[in-house]
């Protein structure tokens, strides 16, 4: 079912600090999971995803790193920007095709 | 390369009224995902479908809102009799047959007003 979950509602960060976005989910069939990243006013943008089969992926400044033994999952920027504040979203799929479900989300916020 | 789109960006209707919310699919994606997603929450499911079929419609209210995705043409969410609580930002997304690593595209979405 919706049970993905976030820890912390808001975060703030220093300007070249690294941040840590840290997601729960529910479901142990889930195989498939996303970070997005939400602008204001704008669609979700995908930022980096991970298969169950894996514990840890790294794309360009951001590291995804998930624990299925406490369902959890954390996304990791590196050097945080101003360009970076904005709503992340963590993002499950139990099936085989994409019904995603989502958290409630965490607003990012970089201070200059 | 054309990404989702979604129109109108923005629609306000009155109580009542019906509107009808189209999303273009990226070229060559055939599986379109409706989301709805309500300010400071996060994206629920609404419908998932294929060309001329309806795959998942669990997050879909019962009464008053259907969704189809013709042979040609754009996907249609539709919602008739609009309430207030019906307010809200609509996204979709598109992705090509799913598989490993298949992450949907999202637009911009359509954000309803309800007056």
């Not at chain 1, 996303?34 to 991970?50: A, N, T, V």
């Not at chain 2, 009799?81 to 047959?97: E, I, K, L, T």
Request: glycine fraction near 8%.
């Amino acid at each position: 079912g919706e049970s993905v979950g976030l820890h912390l509602p808001t975060l703030s960060v220093q300007e070249g600090d690294n941040s840590i976005i840290n997601c729960a989910y529910s479901n142990s069939a889930s195989d498939y999971f996303i970070w997005y990243k939400q602008e204001s006013g704008k669609g979700p943008q995908f930022i980096i995803d991970i298969r169950s089969n894996m514990d840890k992926r790294q794309g360009q400044r951001v590291t995804v790193l998930l624990n299925k033994t406490v369902k959890h999952l954390s996304l990791q920027i590196a050097a945080t920007q101003p360009g970076d504040s904005a709503v992340y979203f963590c993002a499950e799929r139990p099936g085989n095709f994409n019904k995603f479900y989502f958290g409630s989300g965490t607003k990012l916020n970089v201070k200059p | 390369n054309a990404g989702v789109m979604q129109n109108p960006r923005h629609l306000v209707r009155r109580r009542g009224q019906e509107a009808r919310l189209r999303c273009s699919p990226v070229k060559g994606h055939s599986h379109v995902y409706w989301y709805r997603q309500l300010p400071e929450e996060g994206l629920k499911f609404m419908v998932y479908l294929q060309k001329e079929n309806i795959i998942d419609e669990s997050g879909m209210p019962k009464e008053r809102f259907s969704a189809e995705f013709p042979k040609e043409g754009p996907s249609i969410l539709r919602i008739q009799q609009v309430v207030r609580g019906d307010s809200a930002a609509y996204f979709c997304a598109s992705s090509p047959p799913a598989g490993w690593n298949t992450e949907a595209f999202f637009g911009q979405g359509t954000r309803l007003t309800v007056v």
